[in-house]
């Protein structure tokens, strides 16, 4: 490794540890947990790191608050973008590609709005309600086909991205089911195994796929027990191939459970599954974005400073703080939930919350 490559290293590991200094604390964190109200909450907010991505957000009264926790839930995830894709500068090669392909992440979620808006029957209202997120010029269409979309113009904006030919596929199980199910599902199978191909090169791919571990479980259990499809349906829908525990015996196993509680019952037979919270699925998600959490944790502190593994893991510590600040927030909003619905706080040890 040249001299120029080691300083571009170091600049982004320095960046890196700035980054994480940035992360709630667990004062932070029980501040926001202690709040009385939504508005109580946003002013504990403001004194943190997040704080700056107020002023951009629209203030309202609690009549406002779905807009405004919409509008803030969008700034803080632009930011995330804007501070990820500013590492890029001293980055080239395999790693470079990597976080361009890890940001998208934020261009599927685009695109997966704008089939909804296509084909799902949002109104005009609807449609002025929806924000894109704006990745520049590393996204995969320019911000401006992003628009058309509300116009009807989605598959001529996909022309020459690698998501042309899954979605003509999708379109034409579509134009013949109804269902933008397949659709979406095709899209999320071309993203994935493109950021995998990307990680398989820069480091990181074992992180993608115990995360796709997460995203098979779900599309599983939903697919079998929220939209009661049965087991023929939903394995081409599933992308076991990206994942790290299941495949096409494990499933067949779990599908023969008749309820989701026998669903989770019998997962926790399997090997490797015994030490999760398996009482249901959102309590089994929480508990592997747990392992997650700790596990980027453990990587900023011990990966060589050299590779792209501490990038991947303060991108996936803050997505998921981000989710968790959210979900303070609404529960603030509604006036009720419990804190062991989220994940950042309860991963902090008691050095970060003050605990004896």
């Excluded at 890029?88 to 361009?100: K, M, N, V, W, Y």
């Excluded at 992308?239 to 494990?250: A, G, I, P, R, V």
């Amino acid at each position: 490794m040249g001299i120029f490559s080691l300083c571009a290293y170091a600049a982004v590991n320095s960046r890196i540890h700035y980054a994480k200094s940035l992360l709630l604390n667990g004062n932070e964190w029980r501040s926001l947990d202690g709040a009385d109200s939504l508005f109580s909450a946003m002013g504990n907010l403001s004194s943190t790191a997040l704080g700056e991505c107020l002023s951009g957000t629209k203030g309202a009264g609690e009549a406002g608050a779905t807009v405004f926790l919409r509008d803030l839930e969008h700034s803080l995830h632009q930011t995330l973008i804007k501070n990820m894709l500013s590492h890029l500068r001293f980055l080239s090669g395999a790693p470079a590609e990597s976080l361009i392909e890890l940001v998208r992440i934020y261009d599927l979620m685009n695109l997966k709005k704008a089939v909804r808006m296509e084909f799902g029957g949002r109104d005009r209202q609807g449609r002025l309600s929806v924000q894109f997120y704006d990745l520049g010029k590393y996204s995969i269409v320019s911000g401006e086909k992003w628009e058309e979309f509300a116009s009807g113009r989605i598959g001529r904006s996909l022309e020459g991205t690698y998501y042309g030919e899954d979605y003509r596929i999708g379109k034409n199980a579509l134009d013949e089911s109804g269902d933008i199910l397949r659709l979406e599902t095709l899209l999320e199978k071309r993203y994935f195994t493109t950021l995998g191909e990307k990680l398989k090169k820069s480091g990181g791919y074992g992180l993608l796929k115990r995360y796709m571990d997460q995203l098979t479980l779900m599309q599983m259990a939903r697919l079998r027990y929220h939209y009661k499809l049965e087991a023929p349906a939903i394995l081409p829908l599933l992308m076991m191939e990206l994942s790290e525990s299941f495949n096409e015996k494990l499933f067949a196993r779990l599908m023969e459970a008749e309820t989701e509680e026998a669903f989770f019952a019998a997962l926790s037979r399997e090997k490797g599954w015994s030490g999760r919270d398996l009482r249901g699925l959102d309590e089994c998600i929480r508990s592997m974005r747990s392992e997650m959490v700790r596990e980027s944790r453990k990587l900023l502190k011990t990966a060589s400073p050299m590779s792209f593994l501490p990038l991947l893991a303060c991108f996936i510590l803050k997505r998921q703080e981000l989710r968790d600040v959210i979900a303070v927030l609404q529960m603030k909003r509604f006036g009720r939930g419990a804190r062991d619905v989220l994940v950042t706080p309860q991963t902090l040890k008691g050095r970060d919350t003050g605990a004896n």
